[in-house]
């Protein structure tokens, strides 16, 4: 079994999840804001995202850890490193709950973890799939560094591919 990693930022903890993070969760999952990721979805459907997240760690050694603030440890969203059938590549991928936007978590939460996938487990690289319509997800890519990749497999094909280079 992999361990799951805590790891630390200027502003965050980015840590495992726990049963207590579902019903934030299951709350974005279920609303139109989830419409990016393939949503919105049921019960069902939101709880097998969610264990698919955590199961991820199990299977290929990286998955989501949810982010929190240092300062008090309210969960403020998720950042991940998805892969298997839903992810033709290992993707960075990251959602930030409604009262938390625009602070910069999404980014500073993306930047910890694609630094600990390059490091710690040696990626060359790592795609974003984002909707063409998100417009904050887009720009975030962006400011990443990331740049549009439009040969990179998707299954989505109305998806944008954004790549990550390697930085270490």
């Known amino acids: 079994m992999s361990l799951i990693p805590t790891l630390q930022s200027e502003?965050?903890?980015?840590r495992p999840q726990t049963a207590d993070d579902?019903?934030?969760?299951?709350?974005?999952?279920?609303?139109?804001?989830?419409?990016?990721?393939?949503?919105?979805?049921?019960?069902?459907?939101s709880w097998?995202?969610?264990?698919?997240?955590l199961a991820q760690w199990q299977l290929f050694g990286h998955g989501a850890l949810m982010v929190a603030l240092k300062d008090g440890g309210t969960c403020?969203?998720?950042?991940?490193?998805?892969?298997g059938p839903l992810f033709p590549e290992k993707e960075l991928g990251w959602m930030v709950y409604e009262p938390h936007e625009g602070k910069g978590y999404a980014s500073e939460a993306a930047e910890t973890l694609r630094q600990w996938a390059f490091e710690t487990l040696g990626l060359l690289t790592l795609v974003s799939y984002v909707d063409k319509d998100n417009g904050p997800s887009i720009r975030l890519a962006e400011r990443l560094g990331a740049v549009l990749d439009p040969a990179a497999k998707r299954n989505d094909p109305k998806d944008l591919v954004y790549r990550h280079p390697r930085v270490v």
């Open 76 to 83: 403020v969203g998720q950042v991940g490193i998805n892969h």
């Open 22 to 45: 579902w019903p934030a969760y299951f709350e974005l999952m279920t609303s139109e804001r989830a419409r990016f990721m393939g949503g919105p979805f049921d019960q069902f459907g």
């Open 48 to 53: 097998a995202l969610f264990c698919h997240d």
């Open 11 to 14: 502003r965050l903890v980015l």
